[in-house]
């Protein structure tokens, strides 16, 4: 999807609903969607989902503990406050989490590749594990790209 055809089709869902705050909300994204913050959170969470994989194969030698979804779900929070100080905003952190789960899936067929049945078999999260990363990811670049924002607006 092109950025034009998102623009557009945030115009038709926007026009299409009843409720005035969501079509104003609407009306804003489609105008305000980062393609370029959009890549970089996708970027810096296909490399977290990269390096919960290497950890768990070169660190805990098995795979992921139990515990680590907690972490995972820290280290989300994390990233989108961290992305919210850079000026991404929560629909494009959002957005970028969702790279986390082909990251490490990437991860997980480069340690196969390279070290046959001693890999991991699969990256130790669910499909559904990374909209809740997603989800996450969004209220933390949310909170900290509302919290910056009113700052910058007391300052002036």
Do not use: K, Y
Not at 8 to 22: F, I, K, L, P
Not at 82 to 110: N, S
């Amino acid at each position: 999807m092109t950025p034009d055809e998102w623009r557009t089709a945030m115009q038709h869902e926007a026009d299409s609903v009843n409720d005035r705050r969501w079509a104003m909300e609407t009306q804003l994204a489609a105008g305000r969607f980062g393609w370029r913050a959009a890549g970089l959170a996708a970027a810096v969470f296909a490399a977290l989902g990269v390096g919960v994989v290497l950890l768990s194969q070169f660190v805990w030698h098995h795979d992921l503990p139990a515990g680590l979804w907690l972490g995972e779900m820290i280290g989300s929070g994390v990233v989108g406050a961290l992305l919210g100080l850079r000026r991404v905003g929560p629909l494009e952190a959002g957005a970028g989490a969702l790279a986390f789960l082909p990251g490490a899936w990437l991860a997980v067929l480069a340690l196969q590749a390279v070290l046959g049945d001693a890999a991991p078999r699969d990256p130790g999260m669910g499909d559904q594990g990374v909209t809740v990363l997603a989800v996450i990811a969004s209220c933390a670049a949310g909170s900290v790209w509302h919290l910056t924002a009113l700052r910058r607006s007391a300052a002036h």
